[in-house]
């Protein structure tokens, strides 16, 4: 067991899927809000993104899904997946998470990544929402019929899904409600012990 991490945030943001990993794994962590902790995040991290996470052996970590993948290999091996299918099944699902679902949404939330005149901006938001509903689908497509993301094991990929899943709720209900299997993943992961643990007041 690690003595104890520090890890990067923004509350709301793909952070919060390591922060539900260790809350789930029982890890000692140190939350750092970013705007509370900007210039130390510049040092370890200069294009300041989060999640960043700093080991207590010293290794800083970014990518939500390497530093998931990381704690998962250290502490919780079977969250990888059980067998070497599974284990692919798991890569392919974060990749996917990593890539096409969070792009689609990053169209709708972040515009002036991709152009700065604002009416262009404009015009990117709007296609967003037919990107976002073209992800989703291909995810209630993918997802399994059970529990988890990938059957009835929760894996690291779980963790991802409940930001993406946390962003579509936040556009619109409907964009959940529209799709049962997401809609019953998102009412599954909202009910584990991590999440309450995790997000606490900020989940009700
Ligand atoms: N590909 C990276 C994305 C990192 C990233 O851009 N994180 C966002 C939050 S989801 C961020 O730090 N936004 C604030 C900023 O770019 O200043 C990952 O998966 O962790």
Redesign the pocket.
């Known amino acids: 067991m690690p003595t104890e991490m520090t890890l990067y945030t923004?509350n709301g943001?793909?952070?919060d899927a390591v922060v539900a990993l260790c809350a789930h794994l029982g890890l000692p962590v140190e939350l750092r809000e970013r705007r509370d902790h900007d210039a130390d995040l510049a040092t370890v991290n200069p294009s300041?993104?989060?999640?960043t996470l700093v080991t207590d052996d010293g290794l800083t970590l970014?990518?939500?899904?390497a530093i998931l993948n990381h704690l998962a290999r250290s502490f919780a091996a079977e969250m990888l997946g059980r067998t070497p299918a599974m284990r692919a099944r798991n890569d392919e699902m974060l990749s996917f998470l990593?890539t096409s679902v969070?792009n689609a949404f990053l169209l709708r939330f972040r515009p002036d990544r991709s152009a700065e005149d604002p009416a262009a901006q404009q015009a990117i938001r709007a296609m967003s929402d037919a990107e976002i509903a073209k992800v989703l689908d291909m995810l209630e497509t993918r997802i399994s019929n059970q529990t988890f993301a990938l059957g009835e094991n929760l894996t690291s990929s779980d963790f991802f899904l409940l930001v993406m899943l946390n962003w579509a709720d936040r556009i619109d209900g409907g964009l959940l409600r529209s799709r049962p299997k997401l809609a019953a993943h998102f009412e599954a992961l909202k009910e584990m012990p991590f999440h309450a643990r995790a997000f606490g007041a900020q989940a009700a």
């Open positions: 923004i943001s793909c952070s300041r993104t989060v999640p970014t990518e939500t899904t990593a969070y």
